[in-house]
């Protein structure tokens, strides 16, 4: 019932083009529904993107991306452009998942210019960060999410972007796609010293924190009851139409 609690979902690779074509036929009544009272922002696939920004708009819902180009146009193959981005209808594209910085070899450098560009366009970044399991456990996750936020803030700050709003996503990667919930002392610390670096890099920013990893209707509330938080960010709990509902109504 929350305007200013923000629902992110990424679907990731988890449909098809057909299998989200039909999920948004299916459910985009239940959706408008649900979209009158909050705030849902659902990031599909680039293939299904076109086909389904539409009817999510329709329903009230938000249009986002899960990466994008760090280049506005030219020989890049398999690329997508930021302007295309745009003209279909998102407002929202996700920098720095730990996925792509995986499985693509993101860097922070591509981080900080994609998320300057996507500012440029009017859209606004997801700026993705997290420690590792091995960083956790050494005590280093603080730093790691300085090392990822901070040269990114201070790009966007450089150049001063007309587009104020970024979204920050704290998720921790060993809480992604499992339910291992992170201490409630651990998970506060880490999002003020969040709040820390954009107060002190973008404080003319609107900066929501949000977190992610393993978010799912059993510990939905944790977050939602916690101040410091502006809203979560959810991957396969989203792909379920009853879960998703169950997520943003709890
Ligand atoms: P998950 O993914 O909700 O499936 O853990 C979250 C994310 O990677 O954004």
Redesign the pocket.
């Known amino acids: 019932m929350n305007k200013q609690f923000l629902y992110?979902t990424?679907w990731?690779a988890y449909f098809t083009f057909n299998q989200a074509h039909q999920w948004v036929q299916k459910n985009k009544t239940a959706l408008a529904t649900l979209a009158k009272n909050n705030t849902i922002i659902i990031c599909p696939s680039f293939d299904a993107l076109a086909i389904v920004s539409p009817v999510l708009q329709e329903a009230g819902v938000t249009v986002g991306a899960q990466n994008c180009s760090e280049h506005a146009a030219g020989a890049y193959t398999g690329q997508v452009l930021i302007q295309s981005l745009k003209e279909i209808g998102c407002t929202y594209c996700?920098v720095g998942?730990?996925?792509v910085r995986a499985e693509l070899h993101e860097t922070t450098q591509q981080i900080a210019i994609k998320a300057v560009l996507l500012l440029q366009a009017g859209i606004t970044p997801i700026i993705?960060i997290g420690e590792s399991a091995k960083d956790y456990e050494i005590a280093r996750g603080t730093q790691v999410i300085e090392e990822q936020l901070a040269p990114v803030l201070q790009n966007i700050v450089t150049q001063n972007t007309t587009h104020k709003t970024i979204v920050i996503?704290y998720?921790p990667l060993w809480?992604?796609?499992?339910s291992s919930m992170l201490p409630a002392d651990y998970l506060n610390k880490q999002l003020e010293t969040i709040k820390h670096i954009v107060h002190t890099i973008t404080p003319s920013y609107n900066t929501p924190v949000l977190y992610?990893?393993?978010?799912?209707a059993a510990n939905i509330r944790t977050f939602k009851d916690n101040p410091l938080l502006d809203g979560v960010?959810?991957?396969?709990?989203?792909t379920d139409f009853q879960i998703l509902e169950k997520i943003v109504l709890l």
């Open positions: 992110i990424n990731k996700f998942h730990s996925e993705c996503g998720e809480a992604i796609g499992n992610g990893g393993g978010v799912n960010l959810f991957g396969h709990a989203s």
